[in-house]
């Protein structure tokens, strides 16, 4: 039996430091200027999408201000202290992290203020992060709201959230705001390639991309992908393990779909329907490949971009073909309409439904006359240098004059 409980890697590979928080530079750079100037506020506000750094900075910014191994506060917590170690576990008494979808009654505001008169008991600052706290209910957020106005000096709040427009302006106000980012593509990739490095396990350069296109911006997604790879895959990890264990529908289903469409094969279009329902894909999920797909050829048509995609070179090549075959208007147009799919539906069934009667109206023989396709062929008769001139007005009839 191991001697140690397996840690995963979004809290093995957790960043320490200011700078080691991927994609964050922004944030980082601001409050390190801030806690060296001395110019240390109050009240800060992190506002961003889950999984990209929030409660991470806010656990650095605890220890940079309450690290034992400085007289003061520093940029660089040294991380080893009792301080930093109890910050870091999530036990130091002097920092309180809050659950705000769980603590959102006025109670819960009410017991933090009774207890942030209480001066540090190790640190030089009492640090309180609320994660989630747009959930507190509106009288929380009053009692709340006393509290920001007039703190004690060695109170510290951090309030994260990931629906700003949901917290009161009156608490915006009285705080710093802070707006994290989604973390690039190729920042992740290179984050992944330090992890799997360390951990001693190879990794294709498509699977990389593939991991964190599927993380959309989250670091803590890409490292739970990751994680989840290892254990899949052991020692390698191949683009085609990704599919496998994100559960994505192939590539090849995509280009048969691409085809059908092109040929108007409507048959076939329900058909490649009923085989992804039947094995248990989520059809939420294949409308968002259809989409991300579209969207692909549509970067390659415009940007001849397929570098930009990041795809292993046969997909790049067959999506290039494809490409080629569609106009522009028509792509344009594909992507909006799948795009309508993605969300308001509240039953598979009602997504199949839709998603069958699109494919159903885009490859019908009869194609729709509309402003962008009449568009399309005045400039192409444009490119060719053929004028469309309307016919003149023929002249009336002359009256004929018979001779009795």
């Not at 093995?12 to 430091?17: D, L």
């Not at 540090?120 to 309180?128: D, E, H, I, N």
């Not at 522009?328 to 799948?338: A, G, K, S, Y």
Request: hydrophobic residues 40%; proline residues 4%; negative net charge.
């Amino acid at each position: 039996m191991a001697d140690q409980r397996y840690l995963v890697l979004a809290r093995k590979w957790r960043p320490q430091q200011f700078e080691d928080v991927v994609g964050q530079e922004h944030i980082s750079r601001t409050l390190k200027n801030a806690i060296s100037s001395g110019r240390i506020h109050h009240a800060f506000l992190f506002i961003g999408s889950r999984g990209i750094g929030k409660t991470t900075t806010a656990r650095i910014l605890a220890k940079a201000l309450n690290c034992l191994s400085y007289k003061e506060p520093t940029v660089t917590p040294c991380g080893t202290c009792e301080n930093c170690r109890a910050i870091g576990e999530g036990s130091s008494i002097d920092v309180i992290e809050i659950d705000g979808a769980s603590n959102n009654k006025v109670e819960d505001v009410r017991e933090i203020r009774e207890n942030i008169r209480m001066v540090p008991s190790s640190g030089r600052y009492k640090v309180y992060i609320i994660d989630e706290v747009h959930q507190l209910s509106t009288s929380a957020f009053n009692a709340l709201l006393k509290t920001l106005e007039e703190p004690p000096p060695h109170a510290i709040f951090v309030l994260a959230t990931t629906e700003a427009h949901k917290i009161p302006a009156t608490i915006i106000s009285r705080c710093q705001r802070y707006d994290f980012r989604r973390v690039p593509i190729p920042a992740i990739v290179e984050l992944l390639r330090k992890i799997l490095r360390q951990e001693s396990i190879q990794a294709s350069d498509e699977a990389l991309y593939a991991i964190a296109r599927a993380a959309e911006g989250g670091v803590r997604d890409a490292e739970s992908i990751l994680d989840q790879l290892i254990s899949y895959c052991d020692k390698e990890i191949t683009f085609q393990d990704v599919f496998d264990v994100l559960g994505l529908v192939d590539w090849k289903v995509m280009h048969t779909l691409c085809d059908a469409i092109l040929n108007k094969d409507i048959g076939r279009l329900l058909a490649l329907v009923e085989d992804v329902v039947s094995s248990g894909k989520d059809l939420s999920q294949f409308v968002q490949e259809i989409l991300r797909y579209y969207r692909n050829l549509l970067v390659i048509k415009t940007a001849q971009g397929a570098d930009l995609l990041h795809l292993p070179e046969e997909e790049q090549n067959e999506a290039q073909q494809r490409a080629q075959r569609y106009t522009l208007t028509n792509l344009i147009r594909l992507v909006e309409q799948f795009a309508t799919l993605t969300s308001g539906f509240d039953s598979q069934l009602a997504q199949r439904i839709a998603l069958e009667s699109l494919l159903i109206r885009i490859s019908k023989v009869g194609v729709e006359l509309s402003v962008d396709t009449v568009l399309e062929k005045l400039l192409l008769l444009e490119s060719f240098g053929t004028a469309v001139v309307p016919p003149e007005p023929s002249d009336p009839p002359r009256a004929t004059l018979v001779k009795p």
